[in-house]
């Protein structure tokens, strides 16, 4: 679908940016406490969130804490991957769709997405394409540690990777996209400040622990039965 049907497909469907008056979600859950977890960063980023802004969910623990806590604004787009889920997939989404629409794309993605198809960004760069990209690194495909972790009560270690500083990183690969290492609430608060309406590429890599179990009903209910 090239730029322009796109568009007209977005408008049939009420989510061009100019179109539609639905009203806006206006409740956003408080944060209870200062711990650096996946659900206290989305109520985090919750809170910058504009009608105009689009938003792309992955695989994993990372867009199971996207899905649960995430509170789109009514006119926004609200992307995840249901069919096949392949990994990485929301980078190409969040890119084809800010060529061709108004407003900031912002990623939820896992590391383990990230290794697959992060070069994208590239192209993100190259057109000056206001996307943020959340990378919540666990140093992990945490879905499948927690997985082995709750199913088989051991972990084979084989889903777990030596660390990765991706904020450090990219400052160094593309000198027009804003790059940040996360480790706390405060931080978030600071990236999130710092890059408000930069109309950049911006990357926050929020390094977060591996251990926590996301709102997934499945695993939930297995630890709520031993
Ligand atoms: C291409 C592809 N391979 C494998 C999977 C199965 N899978 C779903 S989530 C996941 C791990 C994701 O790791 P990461 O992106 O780091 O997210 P996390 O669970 O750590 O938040 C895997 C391997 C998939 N969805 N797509
Ligand atoms: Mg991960």
Redesign the pocket.
């Known amino acids: 679908m090239n730029a322009e049907d796109f568009l007209e497909y977005l408008d049939n469907i009420g989510l061009a940016a100019e179109s539609n008056n639905l009203p806006l979600t206006n409740h956003v859950e408080e944060i209870e406490d200062n711990h650096f977890t996946g659900k206290n960063i989305l109520l985090t980023i919750n809170k910058i969130l504009r009608p105009e802004d689009h938003l792309f969910v992955?695989?994993?623990?990372?867009?199971?804490?996207a899905v649960h806590y995430l509170k789109p604004r009514a006119k926004s787009m609200f992307y995840i991957s249901l069919g096949?889920?392949?990994?990485?997939n929301s980078i190409g989404a969040a890119i084809g769709s800010s060529l061709a629409c108004k407003g900031r794309s912002y990623v939820f993605?896992?590391?383990?997405?990230?290794?697959?198809h992060g070069m994208e960004i590239h192209t993100a760069v190259e057109n000056n394409l206001p996307i943020t990209f959340f990378l919540?690194?666990?140093n992990?495909?945490?879905?499948?540690?927690?997985r082995e972790k709750i199913y088989n009560h051991e972990v084979l270690e084989i889903?777990n990777f030596k660390p990765a500083t991706f904020g450090n990183g990219f400052k160094h690969i593309f000198q027009n996209l804003e790059s940040f290492e996360i480790n706390s609430l405060q931080e978030l608060n600071n990236a999130l400040a710092a890059t408000a309406g930069n109309n950049k590429v911006n990357l926050l890599s929020l390094n977060i622990s591996?251990d926590e179990v996301?709102p997934f009903k499945a695993f939930i209910n297995k630890l709520n039965t031993k």
Request: charged share 10%.
């Open positions: 992955d695989a994993g623990n990372s867009g199971a804490f096949m889920g392949a990994m990485g993605l896992g590391d383990g997405s990230f290794m697959i919540f690194n666990d992990s495909h945490g879905m499948c540690t927690l889903n591996r996301p």
